[in-house]
Nanobody
């Protein structure tokens, strides 16, 4: 099994910054992509940023130049530094990890695991 635990988030004024972190634990053999999605009430879930195990990154156009994603492969963790936040960034942010798990019989299972979600609220 795998568990993703998020930290960070909260309330910030427009123009401010926040950092989200997410750490994976469990019977993990390896992790491919990690990243963050967000979903505001009444809107679809959108990819915010992703990062491969090799460090290649991709960002949604709405956050390019303001958000920075990073990961620590040794800690199975991913972080999202969000700068110049605006009210349109208000959303629930959820991390994901594309993991390879090992079961007690040594078989490997690939799946996408999700964090519990973190509320980010930006006031104007």
């Amino acid at each position: 099994q795998v568990q993703l635990v998020e930290s960070g988030g909260g309330l910030v004024q427009a123009g401010g910054s926040l950092r989200l972190s997410c750490e994976a634990s469990g019977s993990i053999v390896s992790i491919n992509a990690m990243g963050w999605y967000r979903q505001a009430p009444g809107k679809q879930r959108d990819l915010v940023a992703g990062i491969t195990s090799g460090g290649n990154t991709n960002y949604a156009d709405a956050v390019k130049g303001r958000f920075t994603i990073s990961r620590d492969n040794a800690k199975n963790s991913v972080s999202l530094l969000m700068n110049s936040l605006n009210p349109e960034d208000t959303s629930v942010y959820c991390c994901f990890a594309d993991v390879i798990l090992s079961d007690p019989w040594g078989y490997h299972d690939a799946r996408r695991a999700w964090g519990q979600g973190s509320q980010v609220t930006v006031s104007s």
